[in-house]
């Protein structure tokens, strides 16, 4: 009778377990992922993007995630992941009863929920589709979870995701990132102890790894490694040397290898506009037209530049004080300055005792040093004049390594450099620091370009019948406006010049002649001109002040504008993106751009002529003449040779032409200047304009950052100038009068000329001249 009963109570016990996994399953498994889920299963990786030649300029994605395959796993990894994770992985089928057995009686023991029993396929289950929530209800949907994926894919596949996915600590997931992060090496360098290491990270990455608890680390890796003893998957011999290794992991970023920051946020932004949030973890690699050499000058030079101008206008004083009685111990002070990021490469530092020659300082790089005489002369005080002990300064550190007083500029820069060929963009540099304003100065300040405007102006006036001798005038002029009011133009030197070769008046810079020109030619007829050179026409003023430059426009479209004067005539459309990569290398997407090519002409023709050919795409559009082209290219040399561009002749080349560019009460200082194969443009002004100082124009505050950028840019590159192009003819000219002269004339010198445009003489001339009776 007893046994009867107790049969009952046990067919009973086994029905309601069976209802109730029945119950539990049928509530369960609708809510898991499909099946075709299953099979589309992707990883996540960041959105990388990469210089021109393939160095690491940005990553954009919340995991450091770098993938591998499971064939290019090395053997010791996956036997370590076995040993520490699941020995039976290839014999069971999702989930191992013994090892489920093994932590219910342990947990049913201590009331609790301690021991786990996920095989790597759980865990699978676990990383991609479900919460991370330590209930039975989650181990029940693992299994069922589990019991899918061993039915849609084979055990390398599990395993290959479970490498790749499983978090392993400090954003890492997958087993190669964090082989980059603990080590800075691929899996294929590491040692049997450093795999063991990483195979140990799964059961506690954030508490357990060897940057947050060495301790524990070590006691997991050498658990890992008697356990692979102990399944035969290494010798005695191998054991004894991987378990008396030492620690050697360290904090490892995946280095930037460019510093390009503005240029990786305009990719981020492309890339999101174009693929949403998958762009972040879809694994995608852009490669840029950046040139990682001329990044890293422009990045260099903009920074050196700004310094320069902070150090004219004098020592502003510390940014903060550490209290030298209450933080007495070195790694108190090091830890006291961490609050004080670095800005723009400066190194925040603790002042020790400033003296009268010498400033002693604590840095935040741990290095106790002193600054002699050299590194705080600008400030024209002794360092004890100017700090006390306690006050936080900030460091810069020359390329011979030696460290200077500085200070955190609040004036503000950029710097863009493109291929005038094609438009592609080699350099940018949008400010001082990143981190501090994301703000893009070279694609999105809408500046005033001062003079940076003129060549444009007198590529109208040439194209309307000048030429490079005509003589303007460049007396003082009186404009009156339509409310009765009147405006007095000045030269930038205050000085008055009588009638003015155009040649003279470009490499002067000579505002009064800029003033005639536009109202000889029209404003309306100047905006129009203006426009071919891709300058918005809504932000061209409608009056005689827009020969001064007193439009707006970007550092960006004055480079590009300033293209069409270096390759022969075309205007190119810029772009920073040469490819875009999926994970495998499958290219997604290519650049298409358009060239410059003198030798495929396409029509100038207005796009409302109906019967124009349609232009080849594939070349960018001519917008002047080759002639006109040559004669402004001609002119913007003699700038450098002889105007307000001479500290260029620096250099030592003959094929460089450029402008400066300096607005009313200096609240913008501008250079742009070129080769046959590098434009680059420099601007320098305050955010909320405002007075840049006496004398700093774009003579002086942009240039130099002109002149150090393009010495690396043209260093090795061959002298190339400007073909003189069909239908140009020299004649001599004398310098005061702009008309023909033989060659004993002193004041004579060479002069180009469209043939048909030159002078003959000087009664022809005063009869052809377009500016007579003009001014």
């Not at 913008?668 to 305050?686: E, L």
């Not at 008309?739 to 043939?755: I, K, N, Q, R």
């Amino acid at each position: 009778m007893f046994i009867r009963a107790l049969f009952w109570l046990l067919a009973l016990a086994v029905g309601g377990i069976s209802a109730a996994l029945i119950t539990v399953i049928t509530v369960i498994w609708p809510d898991l992922p499909p099946t075709s889920v299953m099979q589309d299963i992707r990883l996540k990786e960041p959105l990388r993007v990469y210089s021109v030649d393939g160095r690491l300029m940005g990553e954009f994605g919340d995991e450091r995630r770098i993938t591998i395959r499971i064939e290019d796993t090395p053997k010791d990894l996956i036997n370590a992941i076995l040993a520490a994770e699941d020995d039976r992985f290839f014999s069971h089928h999702g989930v191992d009863p013994l090892g489920v057995a093994r932590a219910l009686i342990t947990n049913l023991k201590s009331g609790q929920t301690r021991q786990g029993a996920s095989t790597i396929t759980m865990q699978v289950a676990r990383n991609y589709f479900l919460s991370r929530e330590k209930t039975y209800t989650r181990k029940i949907k693992e299994a069922l979870l589990a019991f899918k994926l061993e039915r849609e894919l084979d055990k390398a596949e599990i395993l290959e995701l479970y490498v790749n996915k499983i978090f392993l600590g400090h954003r890492s997931f997958g087993f190669q990132a964090a082989a980059a992060f603990y080590y800075n090496k691929p899996l294929a360098e590491l040692t049997l102890a450093q795999l063991a290491m990483l195979a140990g990270l799964p059961k506690a990455p954030s508490s357990i790894n060897p940057v947050s608890n060495p301790a524990r680390a070590l006691e997991r890796r050498n658990y890992v490694l008697r356990r692979m003893q102990g399944l035969n998957l290494i010798d005695e011999a191998a054991f004894e040397e991987a378990s008396t290794m030492p620690l050697t992991a360290a904090r490892h970023g995946q280095e930037i290898e460019i510093e390009a920051p503005y240029v990786s946020e305009m990719v981020r932004e492309y890339m999101f506009s174009r693929y949403g949030l998958s762009a972040y973890e879809s694994g995608f690699r852009v490669y840029t037209t950046i040139d990682g050499h001329y990044q890293s000058t422009a990045t260099e030079v903009l920074t050196r530049g700004l310094l320069a101008y902070s150090e004219r206008h004098g020592y502003q004083g510390p940014v903060g004080t550490i209290d030298p009685a209450k933080v007495t111990a070195s790694a108190d002070r090091i830890q006291a300055l961490s609050q004080y990021r670095s800005v723009g490469g400066l190194i925040p530092a603790m002042v020790l005792r400033p003296g009268g020659d010498a400033l002693e300082v604590l840095t935040a790089e741990q290095e106790l040093t002193s600054i002699g005489y050299e590194g705080w002369r600008w400030t024209f005080r002794s360092p004890s004049q100017i700090l006390h002990p306690g006050d936080v300064v900030y460091l810069s550190r020359s390329t011979q390594d030696k460290l200077r007083l500085a200070q955190v500029p609040q004036v503000q820069g950029a710097l863009i450099s493109l291929n005038p060929s094609d438009g592609s963009l080699m350099a940018l540099v949008g400010g001082f620091d990143f981190a501090k304003s994301n703000f893009n100065r070279a694609t999105q300040a809408l500046r005033q370009p001062g003079s940076n405007i003129k060549p444009f102006i007198y590529s109208a006036a040439l194209e309307n019948g000048f030429t490079p001798a005509s003589l303007v005038s460049g007396a003082p002029v009186v404009i009156e406006d339509d409310v009765g009011g009147d405006w007095r133009p000045e030269n930038y030197s205050k000085k008055v010049f009588g009638p003015t070769r155009l040649r003279e008046a470009l490499s002067r810079s000579l505002n009064l002649v800029s003033v005639r020109l536009v109202r000889a030619l029209g404003v309306e007829a100047v905006r129009d001109y203006l426009e071919k050179f891709g300058f918005d026409r809504t932000r061209l003023p409608q009056g005689l002040s827009l020969a001064l430059g007193s439009a707006t426009v970007t550092p960006l479209e004055v480079a590009r504008a300033y293209s069409v004067f270096a390759n022969g005539g075309y205007l190119v459309e810029p772009f920073f993106i040469a490819r875009v990569e999926d994970p495998s290398g499958q290219i997604v997407e290519y650049a298409n751009r358009q060239m410059s090519c003198s030798g495929c002409e396409t029509s100038i023709t207005a796009a409302s002529d109906a019967s124009a050919t349609s232009p080849d795409r594939r070349f960018s559009q001519r917008v002047i003449s080759a002639q006109n082209a040559f004669l402004l290219d001609s002119m913007m040399r003699e700038a450098i040779r002889s105007g307000t561009g001479q500290a260029a002749k620096r250099l030592g080349r003959d094929d460089t032409a450029g402008k400066t560019g300096t607005t009313n009460n200096y609240f913008d200082a501008w250079f742009t200047g070129y080769s046959s194969n590098v434009v680059a443009t420099v601007w320098v002004g305050f955010d909320r304009p405002q007075d840049l100082g006496q004398g700093e124009s774009g003579a002086r505050a942009a240039l130099p950052i002109w002149l150090d950028f393009m010495e690396t840019a043209l260093s090795g590159k061959a002298h190339t100038r400007q073909r003189i192009p069909e239908n140009i003819i020299r004649l001599r000219v004398n310098r005061q009068s702009g008309l023909p002269t033989d060659a004993e004339d002193p004041e004579g010198y060479l002069e180009f000329f469209v043939a048909g445009t030159q002078p003959t003489t000087p009664h022809a001339q005063s009869k052809e001249d377009p500016t007579e009776g003009l001014f």
